[in-house]
């Protein structure tokens, strides 16, 4: 198949919409697939690269976020679609918005995939109302979704979501998958040695590292935990300030594949304090190595799907009861060695193959549903 992927940028890998879509553009390739991807950024190919559009205000909020607008250019469309069997959107801004356009009028099979959280959207502007979050899912669908026939979805949570503000498209669950190179590596630790505590992340309100922070100072084992914050964002200031009341003060850094790996080996627990994910693919890279996570029990997070038991859950935004988890495994090595090994073999259900062979076959399903003329929504 020759497959259109849409998405405003293609450069910032510590976005995760954009390096879900850099990982499903090589796999894809790599099973004998003709994979374009058009969007801004020096990643793309040439021919296929839109200009960046700058807004007065929006353009600096959105940099500080790790993300670009596209600017839309039909000309630009309308060579990427020559001769597509299917373009697929990955986000529902102006610039898709645009492209999808012009995909319809070429009668171009098109497919599109749920990524951006309206209550993202609501935290970065300090928002966080649920009101705005139902009114932005229903915006989003009014203006984009009800598009397509065919939704792709990383999580059932998000599925669900979805279908309760009344999108009425085929909902694909496809996991956006883990890199077969994060597997369990076994790395010898001293004895007396610091507790090393992991968290990947953009530093944003959302992601709740400041809650991390907090259950450190206040567990028993304060002294023998170093604290490494995986990320970029906007928050970094703020929570390199909070950290310093530690012991030892967190590190902080925007890591590399290879490197990445390396440090999630060196490390004995993963915490993810993320109040909203839409699937959380930092939080399985982390486990799919080994490390056993504590997750935040959060109604907006599809997150929880992955704790195997009430030992890898605590009360969401609750520092308190993070600390008494981060110790319980301090003080359980044994039980923490056993669920490694489980959450490994969890890891293993999630691979990025598997999920590639999905959406695959979710193409195969937008494109023959066009021919037969269902396409076309009522």
């Known amino acids: 198949m020759k497959i259109i992927l849409v998405i405003d940028v293609y450069d910032e890998l510590n976005n995760g919409t954009c390096m879900t ?27 296929y690269r839109a200009e960046e559009q700058y807004y007065i205000v929006a353009t600096s909020f959105a940099h500080k976020q790790g993300f670009s607008f596209a600017k839309a250019d039909e000309e630009l469309f309308r060579r990427a679609f020559a001769g597509a069997d299917v373009a697929h959107f990955l986000l ?30 609501t935290y970065a502007i300090h928002m966080p109302w649920d009101f ?16 397509f ?30 890199d077969d190179a994060f597997a369990p590596k ?11 505590i992991l968290m990947v992340g953009r530093l944003a309100p959302e992601k709740r590292q400041r809650v991390l922070i907090d259950a450190v100072k206040k567990s028993k084992y304060a002294g023998r935990i170093q604290l490494h914050l995986a ?36 490390c004995d627990l993963y915490v993810h304090a993320s109040y909203i994910e839409i699937e959380a693919i ?11 996570p504590v997750i935040c029990n959060s109604p907006k997070s599809a997150t929880v799907q992955f704790a195997l038991d009430d030992r890898s859950l605590f009360k969401a935004d609750d520092s308190s009861d993070l600390a008494k ?13 056993e669920m490694s090994r489980r959450y490994a073999e969890q890891g293993n259900r999630f691979r990025v193959s598997e999920s590639v062979r999905a959406a695959e076959a979710m193409f195969e399903q937008v494109i023959a549903d066009f021919q037969k003329g269902s396409h076309v929504r009522q």
């Open 149 to 178: 026939k065919h939704i792709h979805c990383p999580s059932r949570f998000i599925a669900g979501q979805l279908e309760k503000n009344g999108y009425q498209a085929k909902m694909h669950v496809i996991s956006n998958g883990v």
């Open 186 to 196: 076994e790395v010898p630790h001293e004895e007396g040695e610091l507790f090393h």
């Open 132 to 147: 705005l979050s139902v009114g932005i899912y229903k915006f989003f669908n009014r203006v984009f979704y009800k598009n």
């Open 21 to 47: 879509t850099h990982r499903f553009a090589q796999m894809l390739r790599k099973r004998g697939h003709e994979v374009h991807v058009l969007a801004t950024g020096r990643l793309c190919e040439p021919e």
């Open 282 to 292: 930092s939080c399985m890279e982390a486990f799919a190595c080994g490390l056993v």
């Open 92 to 121: 529902p801004l102006w610039f898709e918005h645009k492209a999808l356009k012009v995909a319809q009028e070429m009668n171009i099979p098109v497919s599109a995939a749920f990524h951006l959280q309206p209550d993202n959207v």
């Open 231 to 266: 990320g970029q964002g906007p928050c970094r200031e703020a929570l390199e300030k909070r950290g310093k009341k530690l012991p030892h003060p967190p590190t902080f850094g925007f890591y590399e594949k290879d490197e990445l790996i390396k440090l999630i080996h060196s």
């Open 325 to 337: 988890k981060i110790d319980y495994w301090i003080e359980h090595p044994a039980e923490r060695r």
